[in-house]
Each structure stands twice: as structure tokens, then as C-alpha cells.
């Protein structure tokens, strides 16, 4: 049985002293735009991106294997990042009851006229919108911003952080394409650190390893308007994994205690110790890829463990069986209809070691200001 990973649309930040390690990981984003496009899930019609045929040079053929993998993570991040830019602060002070499961994958990535998530029937939401920003770790060729943007959804801030190669690559797409320009729609947009990153009004592109997130990413995303005080999205879109689990521990530890608010989103790779989870390991081994963090956070409940045991207020995890189950009758019957899919029993077993997670934790001033967030959290990731 062949293991096709669906590649992530991060590139993965390792450990710098192993260059030829580090050069792997950064290729695993060509490989993942690469599962994006041509007869793949964008021009399959499986999701819907303009952008990401900008940062392809040879387009190529997926299996449907592929196509749905990629097809369900980046709809399932959508969603999150979707109801997150969405959401409200309402006036009520009480709770809604957290979900049974992360149904956040049941809102359409593939159109900009999906609903915002309800808010608690007594709540009102406020008349000024809230301030909120994200930050997307290894964020690799990712389109998101642009994608979202365009659809009218936007954040007060965006940060996109990776290798130095990668943001350089980055940018320099970013910059000479009007299709990129004209969303960022800002005229003061600049190049900075010798092409290798982008400073706008609303996204910042910034260069950074993660090993050093506290003491050289945070100061550099502060300089370039980063708020602890305000609503954050952190997204690891398969990236926490190739760190070592201090290093990563890190950053969660330093969103939990530094933010007043932030909500965190993983999808990554789990059950590392069956009989497919060691042969998942063993052909990533071959193309010299290793996924430190996996051993670490090997499991659903585990995932959840991360923040739970560091004080996080709530935690889910669900693997891609469950978000495949949570889609409507109508979406599962698009996709299916979109190339012929046989290979049901492969694909059970590989979305068993696929995952996505969140967490959210809140420290406010008072009562009723944590209440409220914790609603805008829980409308958050459910629908």
C-alpha cells in the first residue's frame, strides 16, 4: 500500500544546524502547492483558489486519494479561520456549551456567502467589530489571506512567518503580481531584510525560525504591530510536528500566557505506532523527512493534553474520518461526484493518522469581558 501524504500548504521549520534536512522540509510547500492545482483539487474543483497557481512551476497529476486529503484539511482550516474573522463579541454573560465535535468543517470553503456562525440567543453583538489578527506559522506558499480578502473577510492584521528562503520566494511573488498588490491594496507595501519580507497596512510576510520564537519572533512581530491584547488565531498547519517537542512546547506556552485571547489550530500527524503509522514513518524517513513532535502528541486525547495541561480552557481534536462524516449530504455528494474514488478502505486508514485541533484560552480583566470572549471562541469552532 502506498502512503500518500496529503501535504501540507505550510513549509514545516526544523532545526537549522542539519541544512540538508531543513532543505527537504522547505520542499515539502512545492509539493503541497503542487497537490493544489492543475488536475488536482483546485482544477478539479474540489476548493476554489486563484492565487496558488501563481507559485506553481510544474503542475502535475494527484490521486484522488490526494485530492480528497488536501481537499478536507483546507476546507476544515477555512472554516476555523472563516468563523474566526466572522465572529462577534456579544453583550450576553452567559456560556454557550462547548461542542461534542469540531464542526467547524461543515461551512463551505469554496464559497464566500457561508453564513456567520450564530451567536447565543441573548447575546447582541457589539456595534463596532472586534479587532482580531492571525498568525500562521510556516506559512509556506499559503494563500489564505488573499483568498479570504478578496471574498471581503479580512483580519486588522495577518502574520505569515517562515524560513527566510521561503518568505524571499515569497514576497518576490507577492510583489511583481498585481493579482497579489491589488488585494493587499495598500500603496506604502514595502520589501524588507533584503527582499525577504513584506510590511503592509493589514499583512506583514516576516522571516523567522521557530526554535526562536520567543526571544526573535515575538520582538519582531511586535515592530510590526502585533496586539497581545486582541483576539488571535495562531495556525500550524503541519509545522509544530518537525520541531522538537521543547521547542514547540514553547510556543504554546507563550500564546497561553502572553495573550489575552487566543485560539490555536493544529493539523498534523498522529497514531505514529501501528502498523500504518510506522510505514507512514518509514517512507517519510526515505525522502529524509522525520517528524519530531509526532511521538510526543502521538494521539486524539494527547492533542487535546497539549493545552489542557498548560491551562488552556478548551481543547478538541478529531480526525479526517470525523470531518469526512461531518460534511453535508449535499457536499459529500459534489465531491463525489467530481472523479471516480475507490479507494475507501486506504483512505479510513490514512485519515486515522491525520488530525485537526483547537484550543482556546482567555485571560480578561473582568467576568463579564472573559464570558463573552469564551462565547466568540465557542462560535468560533462550532456552527
Known amino acids: 500500500m502506498r502512503h500518500p501524504v496529503p501535504a501540507s500548504s505550510s ?43 501563481h507559485f506553481v512551476k510544474r503542475p502535475s497529476r494527484r490521486p484522488p486519494l490526494i485530492n480528497r486529503g488536501s481537499y478536507l484539511r483546507t476546507r476544515s482550516l477555512d ?108 500603496p506604502e507595501l514595502k520589501l524588507g531584510l533584503g527582499g525577504t519580507e513584506l ?23 511586535k515592530a510590526h504591530g502585533f496586539d497581545t491584547s486582541i483576539p488571535t488565531l495562531f495556525l500550524s498547519e503541519c509545522v509544530l510536528i518537525y520541531i522538537q517537542p521543547s521547542d514547540s512546547d514553547a510556543v504554546v506556552d507563550w500564546v497561553g500566557n502572553n495573550m489575552m485571547a487566543s485560539l490555536f489550530v493544529v493539523y498534523e500527524q498522529i497514531n505514529p505506532t501501528d502498523a500504518f503509522g510506522a510505514m507512514m514513518l518509514r517512507n517519510l524517513k526515505a525522502r529524509r523527512i522525520e517528524l519530531p513532535g509526532i511521538h510526543a502528541y502521538p494521539s486524539l486525547v494527547s492533542q487535546q493534553e497539549r493545552f489542557m495541561s498548560r491551562g488552556w480552557l478548551a481543547a478538541k481534536a478529531v480526525d479526517m474520518n470525523d470531518l469526512l462524516a461531518s460534511l453535508s449530504d449535499v457536499e459529500m455528494k459534489r465531491i463525489s461526484s467530481l472523479e471516480i474514488f475507490d479507494e475507501v478502505e486506504e483512505w ?28 466568540f471562541f465557542y462560535s468560533s469552532v462550532s456552527t
Open 11 to 53: 513549509s514545516p521549520m526544523m532545526s537549522m544546524p542539519r541544512m540538508g534536512r531543513d532543505d527537504v522540509i522547505k520542499g515539502t510547500d512545492d509539493d503541497a502547492i503542487i497537490s493544489k492545482l492543475q488536475v488536482s483539487a483546485v482544477d478539479l474543483g474540489y476548493l476554489d483558489d486563484p492565487f496558488v497557481k
Open 79 to 186: 472554516a476555523l479561520t472563516e468563523q474566526f474573522i466572522r465572529g462577534t463579541l456579544g453583550l450576553s454573560t452567559k456560556t454557550v456549551s462547548p461542542p461534542s465535535t469540531l464542526s467547524a468543517a461543515t461551512s463551505s470553503s469554496t464559497s464566500s456567502s457561508s453564513p456567520a456562525p450564530p451567536t447565543p440567543a441573548d447575546a447582541t453583538p457589539l456595534v463596532s467589530p472586534i479587532r482580531k489578527q492571525i498568525v500562521s506559522l510556516g506559512c509556506g506558499s499559503d494563500t489564505r489571506y488573499f483568498k479570504f480578502k478578496s471574498e471581503g473577510l479580512s483580519a486588522h492584521k495577518y502574520f505569515e512567518i517562515d524560513f527566510q528562503e521561503s518568505t524571499a520566494k515569497k514576497a518576490a511573488v507577492i510583489k511583481k503580481n498585481k493579482a497579489f498588490t491589488d488585494i493587499i491594496a495598500d
Open 199 to 221: 510590511y503592509a497596512k493589514d499583512y506583514c510576510l516576516l522571516s523567522g525560525d521557530l526554535r526562536e520564537f520567543v526571544d526573535v519572533i515575538v520582538p519582531k512581530l
Open 348 to 375: 479510513q486508514l490514512l485519515a486515522q493518522h491525520y488530525c485537526v485541533a483547537w484550543a482556546f484560552q482567555v485571560k480578561a480583566q473582568s467576568e463579564n469581558e472573559r464570558e463573552r470572549l469564551v462565547d
